[in-house]
């Protein structure tokens, strides 16, 4: 079914793949564009690159509840690039969780049909680095281990995660439901992600490894916003938090309502940094 679909963030990380993949899945296709854009030229140019897609540009933001009414009031569906399963996140990384839980209150008591997708870890972000914070590029020397390295977390090709985002948006099985993006294949360790690096390159890392004591006492010497990046790794990489409890019986994977998308596996995604 062909709707009108408004992406809240589509000139962001996230946000840009899912005018993509909404346009490519033949949806009417409209971003909020912030009037206070400011001086970031790309993303004018970005916005005017959609236009010429055939998406819709409509002059909007969070900031301003009228504007946002407005647009919101020309389309079908809103796809705002905002999600979480971290309620008992440590307070360093929660402000960003608590914002998130504030909007899905109000959606919830307002009583707007919603699908939550829980997108776990953008590969780009986390699995180009060897989950090293800080670090998009796979090293070819040494990596640092979280711990063990045992944990297993879950990692999404970013266009992946926009494919099947832009799927739920007209199936009935996601209405007021959270969706999980979490195929089997991309259930990895951090130790695993290194592994198949190592195999890709045909040569052994050098290996050191943060403790979890370790990795607090980095915390404390950090602003507030690397302490949120630290504690959202803490979480993922010493306790599990992505992959350590089976989805609910009210909720739906991702890969089981949509077994044809063939989604990109974390070796075929490490191959493109060779
Ligand atoms: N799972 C993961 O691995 C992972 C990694 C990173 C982020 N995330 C999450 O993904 C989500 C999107 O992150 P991102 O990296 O795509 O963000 P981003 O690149 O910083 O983009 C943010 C987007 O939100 C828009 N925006 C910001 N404030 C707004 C407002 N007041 N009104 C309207 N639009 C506003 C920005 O518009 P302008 O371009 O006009 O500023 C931009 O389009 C966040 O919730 C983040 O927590 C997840």
Known sequence: MKLKVLIIGGTGYIGKRLVKASLEQ????????????GLHVEKVQMLLSFKKQGARLLIGSFDNHRSLVEAVKQVDIVICTISARMGDAMEQ??????????VRKAIEDAGIPFTYVSANCFAGIFVGG???????????ESVVLYG???????????????????????DPRTVNKTVYLRPPANILSQREVVG????????????SSLSEQDILNIMKEKDLAEQGVWSHCYHFFYQGCLANFEVEDDAEEAFLLYPDIKYTKMEDYLKQYI
């Open 26 to 37: 033949g949806h009417d296709t409209y971003v909020l564009q912030r009037s206070d854009i």
């Open 93 to 102: 990384g929660r402000a960003i969780f608590d914002e998130k839980m504030v």
């Open 148 to 170: 063990d390295g045992n944990r297993k977390a879950v990692f999404m090709d970013e266009d992946d995660v926009a494919a099947y985002t832009i799927r739920t948006i007209d």
């Open 130 to 140: 060897l989950c090293q914070v800080g670090r998009f590029i796979p090293s070819w």
């Open 196 to 207: 198949i690096w190592e195999k890709l390159i045909g040569k052994e890392l050098k290996k």
